[in-house]
């Protein structure tokens, strides 16, 4: 059955996935980022006449492919900024929370045609409007080309984050015609999509598109200042691509730039996730992400954030030989480069876990200091400057899979649960039917109500710096004050 929907460029033609929920897909928000348009900003789409066919989601960017990205698997094109709604209702005169999803991926893979991303249990046991958004990734999305291409280029550093803007801008613009209401806007995301929440909270040009934000597994530490990494980076990627100069980059073929791509990442391991990243300008974003909220910037933001206990575990998927044999000397780049810790203080760190874990391995404890510097520190940072003027939710993800115990709480096991992903082979043959029901109700409750708490959960206070409770999420939830604080406290005392 033709489900037909209208958007200020035109009408489109979505489908009906299940008995109350509608489907629409691979929307342009955008005029497709190709040719003289590349390394630009994103630019408004022209209207359309016709109906256009959103019964198909639309390719990802470019990008390599990754046995554990979904996406990566899918149709890659150039022209990639698309959008996709699921909603119960069109002109039907309801006024649903939205809720839109960034994706992760490390800035250089992921896309919304990964299954787990499906929104209809969103729309169907919330009826909450879901949006999924598509933004240009790896050199197309976050290349420092000021040096190169002056003025005219002066985005290109942050043209990922302005296409997450325009999509924000198309959502505030049109989702009263699917049903939602643009004065309640919750962006959520996970990894880098929480990083990117996290960005556009101090982004200047996203000020009135968004009111909640949901952080998951990423803030600011998937980001870098202005003159730090982009341009050593820039060099990187026009050496793999075999050119030297802003022609040659303007003239690369999709596949030169895949290929490229996955050139550099391969041989950067760890560090492949600091490549591609928001760069704090002063322009696009502050200088100091931190001290701009901490003034209280983002005051009319509610916030909800959180991390996994074991973070880091996931990458044992990619480099568990060397994360187990020799988990120092891997991680060491790391350490030193990202963390910016010396000898002694890895040490100190090191003793610190080896007193609180006396059981965890050697390998363990190392990967553990990477959690901790990427991740669950950040975290913190981020309670601290928000909840001083404004809401502020934190969770503890704590739920391990019984089919890959090793990994324990890693990154992104909770997004089964969010996205009520039942199936998901995370969970085996016993999924926690009760927890992926409470997590994802507190998604809905906090997008509805400005609240994550609702019937099914214990009482989830707001964050404060005398006791700084978090939800821990595990079979039985419970919230705990400050939870591993020993490790939070070392950690902040060794970076100072």
Same mark, same amino acid.
């Given at each position: 059955?033709?489900?037909?929907?209208?958007?200020?460029? !035109?009408?489109?033609?979505?489908?009906?996935?299940?008995?109350?929920?509608?489907?629409?897909?691979?929307?342009?928000?955008?005029?497709?980022?190709?040719?003289?348009?590349?390394?630009?900003?994103?630019?408004?789409?022209?209207?359309?006449?016709?109906?256009?066919?959103?019964?198909?989601?639309?390719?990802?960017?470019?990008?390599?492919?990754?046995?554990?990205?979904?996406?990566?698997?899918?149709?890659?094109?150039?022209?990639?900024?698309?959008?996709?709604?699921?909603?119960?209702?069109?002109?039907?005169?309801?006024?649903?929370?939205?809720?839109?999803?960034?994706?992760?991926?490390?800035?250089?893979?992921?896309?919304?045609?990964?299954?787990?991303?499906?929104?209809?249990?969103?729309?169907?046991?919330?009826?909450?409007?879901?949006?999924?958004?598509?933004?240009?990734?790896?050199?197309?999305?976050?290349?420092?080309?000021?040096?190169?291409?002056?003025?005219?280029?002066?985005?290109? +550093?942050?043209?990922?984050?302005?296409?997450?803007?325009?999509?924000?801008?198309?959502?505030?613009?049109?989702?009263?015609?699917?049903?939602?209401?643009?004065?309640?806007?919750?962006?959520?995301?996970?990894?880098?999509?929480?990083?990117?929440?996290?960005?556009?909270?101090?982004?200047?040009?996203?000020?009135?598109?968004?009111?909640?934000?949901?952080?998951?597994?990423?803030?600011?530490?998937?980001?870098?200042?202005?003159?730090?990494?982009?341009?050593?980076?820039? +060099?990187?990627?026009?050496?793999?691509?075999?050119?030297?100069?802003?022609?040659?980059?303007?003239?690369?073929?999709?596949?030169?730039?895949?290929?490229?791509?996955?050139?550099?990442?391969?041989?950067?391991?760890?560090?492949?996730?600091?490549?591609?990243?928001?760069?704090?300008? !002063?322009?696009?974003?502050?200088?100091?992400?931190?001290?701009?909220?901490?003034?209280?910037?983002?005051?009319?933001?509610?916030?909800?954030?959180?991390?996994?206990?074991?973070?880091?575990?996931?990458?044992?998927?990619?480099?568990?030989?060397?994360?187990?044999?020799?988990?120092?000397?891997?991680?060491?780049?790391?350490?030193?480069?990202?963390?910016?810790?010396?000898?002694?203080?890895?040490?100190?760190?090191?003793?610190?876990?080896?007193?609180?874990?006396?059981?965890?391995?050697?390998?363990?404890?190392?990967?553990?200091?990477?959690?901790?510097?990427?991740?669950?520190?950040?975290?913190?940072?981020?309670?601290?400057?928000?909840?001083?003027?404004?809401?502020?939710?934190?969770?503890?993800?704590?739920?391990?899979?019984?089919?890959?115990?090793?990994?324990?709480?890693?990154?992104?096991?909770?997004?089964?649960?969010?996205?009520?992903?039942?199936?998901?082979?995370?969970?085996?043959?016993?999924?926690?039917?009760?927890?992926?029901?409470?997590?994802?109700?507190?998604?809905?409750?906090?997008?509805?109500?400005?609240?994550?708490?609702?019937?099914?959960?214990?009482?989830?206070?707001?964050?404060?710096?005398?006791?700084?409770?978090?939800?821990?999420?595990?079979?039985?939830?419970?919230?705990?004050?400050?939870?591993? !604080?020993?490790?939070?406290?070392?950690?902040?005392?060794?970076?100072?």
């Amino acid at each position: 059955m033709d489900i037909i929907a209208k958007t200020y460029c !035109g009408k489109i033609r979505g489908l009906k996935v299940t008995g109350k929920v509608l489907r629409f897909t691979g929307i342009p928000y955008a005029k497709p980022p190709v040719g003289a348009l590349r390394f630009k900003a994103p630019v408004d789409h022209e209207p359309w006449t016709e109906i256009k066919d959103a019964t198909e989601f639309g390719p990802t960017s470019i990008q390599p492919y990754d046995e554990w990205e979904g996406a990566s698997k899918g149709p890659q094109s150039e022209d990639c900024l698309s959008l996709n709604i699921w909603t119960q209702g069109i002109d039907d005169n309801k006024r649903r929370p939205v809720m839109v999803w960034i994706h992760g991926g490390g800035f250089f893979t992921g896309g919304t045609t990964d299954p787990l991303y499906d929104g209809t249990f969103f729309a169907e046991r919330g009826d909450v409007v879901l949006v999924s958004i598509q933004y240009r990734l790896g050199a197309l999305g976050w290349l420092y080309l000021d040096e190169l291409g002056g003025k005219e280029f002066h985005c290109s +550093k942050n043209n990922g984050l302005l296409d997450q803007v325009a999509a924000l801008k198309w959502v505030k613009n049109n989702i009263t015609n699917f049903g939602g209401d643009p004065d309640n806007i919750t962006i959520f995301g996970e990894s880098v999509g929480g990083s990117s929440v996290s960005a556009l909270m101090v982004t200047p040009a996203a000020k009135g598109l968004f009111n909640k934000v949901i952080a998951q597994s990423g803030t600011f530490h998937h980001s870098r200042t202005q003159k730090k990494r982009g341009p050593h980076y820039r +060099k990187v990627f026009m050496a793999a691509c075999g050119v030297d100069d802003l022609n040659g980059l303007m003239n690369l073929s999709e596949e030169q730039i895949r290929s490229a791509t996955y050139e550099i990442t391969e041989e950067a391991t760890f560090m492949a996730d600091r490549m591609f990243m928001p760069t704090f300008d !002063g322009d696009v974003l502050p200088d100091d992400p931190y001290n701009y909220i901490a003034e209280g910037n983002t005051s009319d933001i509610l916030l909800m954030h959180g991390s996994t206990k074991e973070e880091y575990h996931y990458w044992l998927y990619y480099y568990e030989e060397i994360m187990r044999n020799t988990p120092r000397e891997a991680m060491m780049g790391l350490y030193k480069d990202v963390f910016q810790l010396s000898d002694d203080q890895i040490d100190e760190l090191y003793q610190c876990l080896t007193k609180y874990y006396p059981h965890k391995s050697e390998s363990d404890k190392y990967i553990d200091i990477a959690t901790w510097g990427h991740f669950r520190s950040s975290h913190a940072r981020l309670s601290a400057a928000q909840s001083q003027h404004s809401p502020t939710w934190e969770y503890l993800f704590e739920w391990s899979s019984p089919v890959d115990p090793e990994k324990g709480s890693c990154h992104a096991i909770e997004l089964p649960f969010v996205f009520y992903n039942k199936e998901n082979e995370i969970f085996g043959e016993n999924p926690p039917i009760t927890l992926i029901e409470q997590v994802q109700n507190a998604w809905i409750s906090f997008a509805r109500n400005g609240d994550p708490n609702h019937s099914d959960l214990p009482v989830w206070p707001r964050y404060n710096m005398e006791y700084k409770p978090k939800m821990v999420f595990n079979v039985n939830p419970r919230v705990e004050n400050d939870p591993d !604080g020993v490790l939070r406290n070392k950690w902040e005392e060794v970076m100072g």
